[in-house]
């Protein structure tokens, strides 16, 4: 059975995320890179490969919206659209949750793109209204001056044009310094129903004051989704703190949070869990893999023995 067979429509309802039925659900998996940058992933080789052999229940399609020919910048719309699409539909035939995520970075601020965020996620909604698999990400990592009243004012735009079309959607919702001051939204959270607010972390940067910020924002009562998250250091080199991202995972589970790993690709840095040159679409040895690889691997083929399936 496959994750949307057995959980169905998702809905928010406190801090927790819910399938149809009630069951509490924990959404995890991968994101892609920039889909610019390497589009190939987006294929039904490798979407049914992590499904089957890493036991992935989510994939996150990140559309860059300034740089790695962004979408708003020198990208091809219509191009980007489509994979856009394409991934949705894969999605669908195989089962899987998917997370489409405008990804605001390089240009610090939502609200510099805002019209072409309102039309895009117009368009999407009204494409898949009803589709049980997709999730709405409308801002990756706002940073640099851009604190919560933008995203307020931004969210206060592009939602209400998402649930026009589909009403009962679950919309993740980026926080300040690159999705990190999930405080300044537990202070003032936005009126919608049915959201989760984004907190990313890196294992080898981030540690227990960040843990300590997101477990006292949960005890508020802000429902949280890490949409992104690697045990390298923020920068997607360096190190692997093997200590703080047991820390971070132990948190997690307490509260049973979703999580999506950055990134499923070929990228030179050490995030991109498939080592440099490699091109393989499905059937990933361990030699493949460079060591976040492996960690997430192991980590997603025991998220199902924790769930007793
Ligand atoms: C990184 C990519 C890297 C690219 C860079 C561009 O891995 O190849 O050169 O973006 O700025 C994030 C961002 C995510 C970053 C990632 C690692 O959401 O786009 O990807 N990261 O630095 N936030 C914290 C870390």
Redesign the pocket.
Known sequence: MTAVERYGALRVEGTRLLGEHGEQVRLYGVST?GLAWRSDVVCREAFEALRDEWHINTVRL?LYTH??HGYCTDGDKEELKALVFKGIDLAVELGLYVIVDW?V??EFSPLIYADEAVKFFDELSSRYAGCPNLLYEIC??PNGTSDWGEIREYATRVIPVIRRNAPDSVVIVGTPE?SQRCDLAAADPLGFKNLLYAF?F?AATHFDNLRQRLRRSIEAGLPMFIS?C?ITE???HGDLDFVSARAWFALLDEYHLGYIC??FSA?P?E??VIKCGCSKLSGWTDDDLKRTGHWFKHRFLSEEEQQGK
């Open positions: 890179h990140a740089e790695y990804h970075l390089g990756n990592e690159w990313h890196y992104e690697s923020a920068s997607g950055w990134s990228s840095e995030s991109g």
